[in-house]
């Protein structure tokens, strides 16, 4: 009776911690994280967005297999671009989803953007010519 002083017969409601718990049980489902299209589809139609972006990617990888470095470079950097673009577009983007929607666009956009900028820079005979990181690799080559 002194260990339970204020029970009167009702049970209280559990309050709720933020703090995380110690053992986890599941993982959530990352915002967006569901099927793009209705489970009445194949497998295909319902992740068509990261197949989208894999799609890119695997055409880019095999044109820089064929020689063509700097076109297969462009093409993965603006598959990853349009992955971010994707995933902040569409309200469900399936298995393109692993973070929240601000990482995953963040995540996205970032790399795609490095990868299409020096693919533009690579030698010989760069695209685009930007000074400052000029200076930064002969500096860091030294």
Known sequence: ???????????????????????????????????????????????????????????????????????????IGLALLAGAVLRRMLPEVGMLAVRSRFTDMLTYGVLGFVIVMLALMVQPKPWIHIPFLDDIVHFTVR
């Open 1 to 75: 009776m002194a260990a339970d002083a204020h029970s009167d017969g009702a049970s209280e409601p559990q309050r709720s911690s933020r703090r995380f718990p110690t053992l986890t049980r599941d993982t959530a489902r990352p915002e967006g994280g569901g099927r793009a299209a209705s489970g009445g589809y194949p497998a295909p139609a319902r992740q068509w967005p990261l197949l989208t972006v894999m799609g890119g990617v695997a055409f880019g990888l095999l044109l820089v297999a064929l020689d063509a470095f700097r076109i297969g470079a462009i093409v």
